[in-house]
T-cell receptor
Framework: GAGVSQSPRYKVAKRGQDVALRCDPISGHVSLFWYQQALGQGPEFLTY????????KSGLPSDRFFAERPEGSVSTLKIQRTQQEDSAVYLC????????????????FGPGTRLTVL | AQRVTQPEKLLSVFKGAPVELKCNYSYSGSPELFWYVQYSRQRLQLLLRHISRESIKGFTADLNKGETSFHLKKPFAQEEDSAMYYCALSLYNFNKFYFGSGTKLNVKP
């Protein structure tokens, strides 16, 4: 079946511009995650949804970052008034959401959106 | 705070040589540890997790709680193992992953 998809794959924005990044999770996956990956670094957690509820947004770097998942499937990460330090690859991941007390459910990653802010 | 450290940015070995990618973590509780791999032009994918105690593509990793390490090992490296490898930590029943900065493995012919 289809994996996690993200669009656009590449985005170039001028500083101060607003951008919207889209994530289509695997069908039926309850949990959805956004990560930011700066050049030469590992992914860093931004936010997490369970269905339409945003349960953790502790990783969002500023109030310019906003994520939503209104119908519990597709999610959008919006960055307002982009800055050069926002340049990174933004990864989306989804999972079935069947965590237990002993195991974290496997996350499946999308290809990422590479954002370049000039 | 949870931290995952991968001390090597780049590791180069010859085909057939043993390989060990180091991962250390700092967390006082009982985390779950993973290795993710990203081959050239492909997406990040799970390689193995400590709870499964599996060998995937010849790779193994043992969680050493005393040394807070989860090193990835393979006795005989293959050229197709060349990729970026990320160690990651998750708390049980939580949905937040903490990733290391990654090690690029280059297997030379």
């Amino acid at each position: 079946g289809a994996g996690v998809s993200q669009s656009p794959r590449y985005k170039v924005a001028k500083r101060g511009q607003d951008v919207a990044l889209r994530c289509d999770p695997i069908s039926g996956h309850v949990s959805l995650f956004w990560y930011q990956q700066a050049l030469g670094q590992g992914p860093e957690f931004l936010t997490y949804f369970q269905n339409e509820a945003q349960l953790d947004k502790s990783g969002l770097p500023s109030d310019r970052f906003f994520a939503e998942r209104p119908e519990g499937s597709v999610s959008t990460l919006k960055i307002q008034r982009t800055q050069q330090e926002d340049s990174a690859v933004y990864l989306c991941a989804s999972s079935r959401g069947r965590n237990t007390d002993f195991s974290t459910d496997t996350q499946y990653f999308g290809p990422g959106t590479r954002l370049t802010v000039l | 705070a949870q931290r995952v450290t991968q001390p090597e940015k780049l590791l180069s070995v010859f085909k057939g040589a043993p390989v060990e990618l180091k991962c250390n973590y700092s967390y006082s509780g009982s985390p779950e540890l993973f290795w993710y791999v990203q081959y050239s032009r492909q997406r990040l994918q799970l390689l193995l997790r400590h709870i499964s105690r599996e060998s995937i593509k010849g790779f193994t990793a043992d969680l050493n709680k005393g040394e807070t390490s989860f090193h990835l090992k393979k006795p005989f490296a293959q050229e197709e193992d060349s990729a970026m490898y990320y160690c990651a930590l998750s708390l049980y029943n939580f949905n937040k992953f903490y990733f290391g900065s990654g090690t690029k493995l280059n297997v030379k012919p």
